[in-house]
């Protein structure tokens, strides 16, 4: 097994996206026997939410491509986003997906890193409570009360609201990264990685570097450990 590490984020898988899916099928594909791990660190879905009898058909191909990494023994975790943050369940015990919250310290190859989706540095109040009031076990309940239809509808629009983002606000956040980052290496990490801002970013600083991965809808990047090195690549295969 390679000890390359590979890490995505913001594919946001949502019905009708087929093409996009299939590049990202192609780069799992990809992956497949030649990583020793893979992070996804956080928007696998555009929406995610399990009933209790009942789970999103969406993304069915890429969970099962995700499958069969475990079983070929690939580690694959993926960290909550902003927009599956109700992953649950079916993807840790029936998939073999390790699935997290927050931000994660992990080492490979003698190096450190600091991995999180980023949406958690963000300063503003607002964002910071709403953020809350989605994630609080009582939201959880009255969303399950909501047909599955009408919840992924709901879902939807409240997704297009939150990707009308301005050129001042991705600044904003971009700036937000890099500070975070700068105190993380302060606090020991050699490469921080973010995701959720939808720009790839690659920054030096020294030996160390800051990686913001991008996306799945116009970029289609990821970041490659390999040999001790970190790097931010495009993926060009689409079949």
């Known amino acids: 097994m390679s000890s390359s590490v590979y890490f995505i984020s913001d594919t946001h898988i949502r019905e009708g996206d087929g093409a996009r899916e299939e590049r ?61 943050f109700w992953l649950g369940p079916y993807i840790y015990d029936e998939m073999g997906i390790e699935v997290i919250d927050g931000p994660v310290w992990v080492r490979y190859q003698g190096r450190k890193l600091f991995l999180a989706h980023g949406d958690e540095f963000l300063r503003k109040l607002g964002y910071l409570a709403f953020r809350y009031i989605l994630r609080h076990p009582i939201s959880v309940k009255l969303f399950g009360l909501i047909h599955p239809d009408l919840g992924a509808l709901l879902a939807g629009a409240l997704s297009r609201v939150a990707k009308s983002t301005s050129l001042s606000k991705v600044n904003a956040v971009k700036e937000t990264l890099v500070r975070t980052a700068e105190e993380k290496f302060e606090e020991g990490a050699d490469f921080v990685m973010f995701g959720h801002l939808h720009m790839p970013v690659f920054r030096r600083f020294g030996r160390k570097a800051l990686v913001v991965l991008g996306d799945w809808i116009r970029n289609f990047t990821y970041a490659l450990l390999e040999d001790g090195e970190v790097s931010l690549r495009r993926w060009e295969r689409s079949s």
């Open 24 to 84: 990202l099928l192609s780069f799992l594909e990809h992956v497949d026997g030649r990583a020793k791990a893979l992070y996804i660190l956080g928007d696998l879905f555009d929406f995610w939410f399990e009933y209790r009898s009942v789970v999103p058909r969406t993304g069915w191909r890429t969970l099962h491509l995700l499958h069969d990494l475990v079983l070929s023994g690939t580690s694959v975790t993926c960290i909550r986003g902003n927009h599956d």
